[in-house]
């Protein structure tokens, strides 16, 4: 079930700290950024819950007409497919793919100050993506993107798709398509321990939250600001910044990003339960239904059969379960078609 994953997590989160990780922007050869973030074009490994609206999740062509997208169906993609259409072959031509990321959250996507590499376990899902469909040893160059230039950096193809702790929600989908689950978070609150903030509610009055531009905490708080003044910032990481420097008292965000955040700084902690369902997706462009299906086909692979040994469980250990023990397997897929 698609709920499993963040049952689980909201049954195990807890406030962590596990020390500083200081992030590095080293490269081996540096593109330009959208929107001004750093950015690695690496020639391979060696070398808000938005309201619901009526859509066409996919675009014309795409197979059968999309219900009426809600929150229950958001999640709906298209099946899996290993063949190869306008899209796919398009990055085989070109002999390399190209992805929006994150290069400064901790976990997910983030560079080791060591080795100056993009490490994370979004970053590995891209690799998983990138073998499949131009085989071993690909070159994928990565593009930093900020959380509000996602979609138009998918729109006016910069780049083939964005893997970044992106929510999938019908307000997305009228944008951009989306593939099957691939994680499963919520909204929260983060604020340091000795705060008086205690969730996602009155306690917020009069304080300043920060949240990303064009992130579904940014959505939430303009539902419902509980009496907050709101402070919106071009990545997430920078509202860490914020907390840290003393110009905001708290940070909504996605509980995943959150975690990684306090393991980052002890001083922080995850505050409340989760208030929504947060299921990430990679995002695509409308038009890209066979980039759509390869990446679900991909995606089937991943989480394999749900076992130990699974590349999912794998990355999931690797990356995520230090912060966020206890969850038990990936969200499983849903299909619309």
């Not at 072959?89 to 190209?98: F, T």
Request: glycine residues 10%.
């Amino acid at each position: 079930m698609r709920a499993r994953g963040l049952l689980n997590l909201r049954a195990v989160l807890t406030p962590v700290g596990a020390g500083m990780c200081a992030m590095a922007a080293a490269a081996a050869v540096l593109v330009p950024a959208l929107g001004g973030d750093a950015a690695a074009d690496g020639p391979g490994r060696g070398a808000a819950a938005a309201p619901a609206v009526t859509h066409r999740a996919f675009g014309p062509g795409a197979g059968p007409a999309a219900a009426r997208c809600t929150e229950r169906n958001a999640a709906e993609s298209l099946r899996p497919s290993s063949k190869d259409g306008a899209a796919v072959s398009r990055i085989k031509q070109r002999g390399q793919l190209i992805v929006g990321v994150d290069q400064n959250t901790y976990r997910w996507g983030y560079r080791n100050p060591a080795t100056g590499e993009l490490e994370g376990f979004d970053i590995d899902l891209v690799w998983a993506v990138a073998e499949d469909i131009l085989g071993p040893h690909p070159k994928v160059v990565f593009k930093a993107v900020p959380t509000s230039l996602r979609i138009p950096a998918l729109q006016q193809r910069t780049v083939d798709m964005v893997v970044r702790t992106m929510t999938i929600n019908c307000a997305r989908k009228e944008q951009v398509a989306f593939s099957t689950a691939y994680f499963q978070a919520g909204q929260q609150v983060l604020a340091p321990k000795a705060s008086k903030v205690t969730a996602f509610d009155d306690s917020l009055r009069g304080r300043r939250v920060c949240t990303a531009a064009g992130s579904t905490g940014e959505s939430e708080l303009a539902a419902r600001r509980h009496g907050a003044r709101v402070l919106t910032v071009p990545n997430q990481l920078d509202c860490l910044v914020r907390l840290q420097l003393g110009e905001a008292d708290a940070v909504v965000t996605d509980n995943a990003l959150a975690a990684a955040q306090a393991a980052q700084d002890p001083s922080v902690e995850l505050k409340g339960r989760p208030f929504t369902d947060e299921p990430y997706g990679v995002a695509m462009n409308r038009d890209d239904t066979d980039l759509v299906r390869r990446v679900n086909k991909v995606l089937d692979d991943y989480r394999g059969d749900g076992g130990a040994d699974s590349p999912w469980m794998r990355a999931y250990r690797k990356w995520l379960e230090a912060d966020l023990p206890g969850i038990s397997g990936p969200p499983s897929p849903e299909y619309r078609d």
